[in-house]
């Protein structure tokens, strides 16, 4: 495969490089990516290795349109990979917070202080510093092989029709 290297870029400075730029196309688990300092031009066909800083853990390989780093571990441009994906909201810290969003609308994210799930925004649960909170346009159903309990100064619960309590 024929080697690709950032217009701008001298080869003397590679080794420990980031540089962003936006995914253009995926190859099985490579990646060409249009970089910043290119001007989003894409300017070769180079295919870089996706190599996710999660490993195997909720390993999902970026589209074309998100946003990417291309890392290069020493001075030759051709051992490049891609290893993270930037946030699109560039007001999180990007190296704490973490969001999963899929194209059905399910998304998980992952935030200091706040663990959220979403179900095509139909369903959604919370966790967060001192708080839990379930919604859903649906039927909502607790179950559990023992007790469920729930304790605090305050429980709230609102229903347009009715609520049913019952022990079998």
Request: charged letters at 25%; glycine letters at 12%; proline letters at 4%.
């Amino acid at each position: 495969q024929k080697s690709y290297r950032p217009k701008h870029v001298s080869r003397g400075r590679f080794a420990g490089l980031g540089l962003a730029g936006t995914v253009v196309d995926t190859k099985d688990e490579r990646i060409r990516i249009a970089l910043d300092i290119d001007r989003n031009v894409p300017t070769g066909d180079y295919y870089y290795p996706w190599y996710p800083n999660t490993g195997n853990a909720l390993y999902a390989m970026p589209e074309a349109g998100a946003r990417a780093v291309l890392y290069f571990p020493d001075g030759d441009e051709r051992n490049g990979f891609i290893s993270e994906c930037l946030p699109e909201n560039k007001e999180r810290d990007s190296h704490r917070d973490r969001c999963l969003a899929l194209e059905d609308g399910n998304l998980l994210q992952l935030f200091d202080g706040l663990v959220s799930f979403s179900r095509g925004g139909a369903s959604n649960a919370s966790l967060g510093d001192g708080s839990v909170s379930i919604g859903t346009s649906g039927e909502l159903l607790l179950s559990a092989q023992g007790r469920v309990r729930l304790k605090g100064k305050r429980i709230h619960v609102y229903s347009e029709d009715e609520i049913t309590v019952y022990k079998s």
